[in-house]
């Protein structure tokens, strides 16, 4: 519910505020006193257009601020929306939109920076703007499927439909995924099967190519390496002046000299130790070079590996290691190919089943909606029958279409204005004051269904009057008994029925023209609605007044 609205340096509205109350708030007053004004000031609020040359003259900026009270029976949704943009979550709603000279603005909600798009998901929670010419979610057919939903609280089914929808969806795409041609699978599966085995009967092992460069290159330099081992071991050991012979002299003049100063022992063993690593380093070198022969074959063969390894390589990209993992790539496409005629037919199964879930339950949305069209049909008629439209017939056409996410119907409503004349879209009717009372109709039949917190009526009342002005105010405030409703009327048939009534008037001040908003009650009311009656407030239009006012509340009583 709309409890607290706020427009500063709106055009002509520098700073008007609105306490609103639960019911049927009315605003009235003369043409052009600025009505028009705040409701395109609550439009800003549920996300509408910005005009660019909306701020005040002299004003760098418009500001529009409310505060919601959401009903318990939308507050799950309102969260869902608020959670889901990533905006706080109050007990109420604060709204703050800012519109800057030029079009640019700012919109917040509960304090936090959010876009007009985010405000708009959660403006069509709070607030349904209706008015001459705002029919457009009642004329386009893409929105009567929603409505005629909404009407038959078939949110259930929808639910289900939609569920089962995403279930033959992903159906259908896993058996696409594995369809495709025979005669390609077949090639593709000999193409994969033929380079798995050329890779497996290589064998290769991880780190080979590696080991096979260092074996090589030992093979193919046997006489070098003779060379150097015989070469050290003869410096270290055999040859003439060997570093063992200078080592193991060195070693006995230490020991001598120990005898003379003991502080030399640790150099005298650490000489011995020299003679030993010397000793053992020669061994080695001498049996290493002992060992080392040629091997032609040997060597041929680890050309061939290391001629294959590098082949592999180039073919399929990269070093051994992606070879290794291209391998275990076409080994798993390989079991893929093979084993794709069992997935396939389980596939097809869990599609077929997902098809008939999904067709279960579009026949079950289809019985919904046509009962729930039926019950449309009989209460908008009874409605319109009031409004003055005793011929009118509201006719909901359900037919067949393709199985999709809604459903497999298409849904349209149809008006037949006259006796006699064929049911025709509601796109296709001229008159506005007929739609507007098709519209009246339309939210008295769901104002129990409709997901919305406050309904705003802009001079619904266009082309009518008299008794039907009265049943048209009458209907109204019925539909206040479910949800707030804020309405710009010029005829005092309907402002009678006001719960609040707030008279909208035009001043200069400073030689400015402002706008001034004043709640009205008791005989200030009154003098309101003599003047709706007559222009003046004489004595018979006050009687007049008083007696729409006790009208309104015997109707309302009932």
Not at 107 to 114: D, E
Not at 179 to 202: H, K, P
Not at 354 to 359: D, K, P
Not at 403 to 429: F, M, Q, S, Y
Request: proline content about 2%; overall charge negative.
């Amino acid at each position: 519910m709309l409890r607290h609205l706020r427009a500063t340096n709106f055009s002509i509205l520098s700073d008007v505020e609105l306490a609103l109350g639960p019911g049927m708030n009315v605003l009235t007053g003369e043409t052009g006193a600025g009505k028009s004004l705040i409701v395109e000031a609550v439009n800003l609020l549920r996300g509408g257009r910005a005009s660019a040359d909306i701020p005040r003259a002299g004003a760098d900026e418009a500001v529009v601020e409310a505060v919601v009270d959401v009903p318990d029976d939308l507050r799950a949704r309102v969260t869902g929306v608020l959670e889901a943009a990533g905006l706080p979550v109050e007990d109420q709603i604060f709204v703050r939109r800012i519109i800057a000279r030029g079009g640019r603005g700012r919109c917040y909600v509960n304090g936090a920076l959010t876009t007009a798009a985010r405000l708009g998901e959660l403006g069509a929670l709070l607030v349904d703007l209706a008015g001459q010419h705002q029919h457009q979610g009642l004329v386009d057919p893409a929105r009567h499927l929603e409505i005629l939903d909404a009407f038959g609280e078939a949110r259930a089914e929808t639910a289900a439909m939609g569920a089962a929808w995403d279930e033959l969806r992903a159906g259908g795409e896993a058996v696409d995924a594995l369809g495709g041609d025979d005669r390609e699978r077949e090639a593709r599966l000999d193409y994969v099967r033929f380079q798995l085995e050329e890779l497996d009967a290589a064998g290769l092992a991880a780190g080979e190519d590696v080991e096979l460069e260092l074996e090589r290159a030992r093979l193919a330099s046997v006489d070098q390496l003779q060379r150097a081992a015989r070469g050290a071991e003869q410096v270290l050991y055999s040859g003439d002046q060997a570093a063992r012979d200078l080592v193991a002299s060195a070693a006995r003049e230490v020991e001598r000299a120990v005898k003379v100063d003991p502080t030399l022992e640790p150099m005298a063993r650490q000489l011995v130790e020299i003679e030993t690593l010397i000793d053992d380093a020669a061994d080695r070198l001498r049996a290493y070079a002992d060992k080392l022969e040629g091997d032609p074959e040997r060597l041929a063969w680890v050309d061939d590996r290391l001629a294959l390894v590098r082949r592999l390589a180039r073919k399929h990209g990269g070093g051994l290691a992606d070879v290794i993992a291209k391998a275990e790539q076409l080994r798993t496409e390989l079991a893929a190919l093979a084993g794709r005629d069992d997935r396939l037919a389980a596939a097809r199964a869990e599609r077929d089943a997902a098809e008939r879930a999904a067709t279960a339950a579009a026949t079950a949305l289809t019985r919904r909606r046509g009962k729930a069209a039926r019950e449309l049909e009989k209460q908008v008629g009874a409605a319109l029958a009031e409004l003055g439209m005793t011929a009118a017939r509201l006719s909901v056409a359900i037919e067949p279409r393709a199985l999709g996410p809604t459903g497999a119907d298409r849904v349209e409503l149809l008006l037949a204005a006259n006796k006699g004349e064929e049911a025709r879209p509601l796109a296709k009717i001229a008159s506005g004051g007929e739609l507007s009372r098709i519209m009246l109709a339309m939210k008295l039949a769901l104002r129990r269904a409709d997901e919305v917190a406050t309904y705003v009526f802009d001079e619904v009342d266009a082309g009518i009057g008299g008794a039907t002005a009265q049943v048209v105010g009458a209907q109204i405030r019925a539909v206040a008994d479910q949800r707030q409703v804020l309405c710009v009327t010029h005829l005092p048939q309907i402002a009678a029925f006001a719960d609040h009534h707030f008279h909208v008037a035009k001043t200069e001040v400073a030689g400015r023209t402002e706008t001034h908003v004043t709640k009205l009650t008791g005989s200030a009311r009154k003098d309101e609605l003599a003047r709706m009656l007559g222009g003046h407030a004489t004595a018979r239009a006050k009687a007049h007044a008083a007696e729409l006012l006790a009208d309104a509340r015997r109707a309302a009583a009932r």
